[in-house]
């Protein structure tokens, strides 16, 4: 091995070395957090359903800003997998999010979603694939316990041949921290 490729590595941990021994100034601004990170929750929800011959599950992790006690808004992004003796489908999207809280306990929501939809088929003539885009508008209402929120939503633009949800109306329970 020549020696310029013994020097490197070398010369780079030379370099690095004053780094690893500075102070950092203890200044009101380092200590003071962010406060637009302050107001920012993650969390999302996960959903599992199974019964004879069929499964599905979804993940959606979020992230909402809290204007303040009453309104919020953020994004995120979803995967849901389903599956029904010959029939497959996945879905990946994503979604912005809208929340007001009228009274504490109360949860009203809209979550505009766009989701690539790909189902497969397999027909004893043949598989048959489908891959398409298609929209979301969930409103919803929700009881609010804190960091847990459960209730219903209803798909306005829901499309009985297109929509990946079998059903307009779906319970919900999400959790933010």
Avoid at 94 to 106: C, E, N, V
Wanted: charged share 10%; hydrophobic share 40%; net charge positive.
């Amino acid at each position: 091995m020549p020696f310029k490729y013994l020097l490197l590595p070398f010369i780079f941990c030379i370099l690095q070395t004053p780094s690893a021994f500075a102070q950092v100034e203890d200044s009101p601004a380092a200590s003071t957090p962010n406060p637009f990170w302050s107001n920012v929750r993650f969390g999302g929800s996960l959903g599992l359903g199974f019964g004879n011959g069929y499964f599905n599950g979804s993940l959606a992790p979020s992230a909402i800003y809290d204007f303040n006690q009453y309104a919020s808004a953020g994004i995120g992004i979803s995967g849901a997998y389903a599956k029904q003796n010959n029939f497959k489908a996945t879905s990946v999207g994503g979604s912005i999010i809208g929340m007001l809280r009228p009274i504490r306990a109360i949860q009203l929501s809209a979550e505009y979603e766009q989701l690539n939809i790909s189902r497969r088929y397999e027909l004893d003539g043949g598989n048959r694939k489908d891959t398409y885009w298609v929209p979301a508008l969930f409103l919803g209402i929700g009881y609010n316990t804190g960091p847990v929120v459960t209730g219903i939503r209803y798909d306005v633009l829901h499309d009985s041949q297109k929509s990946f949800y079998s059903n307009a109306l779906m319970p919900f329970v999400s959790i933010y921290f």
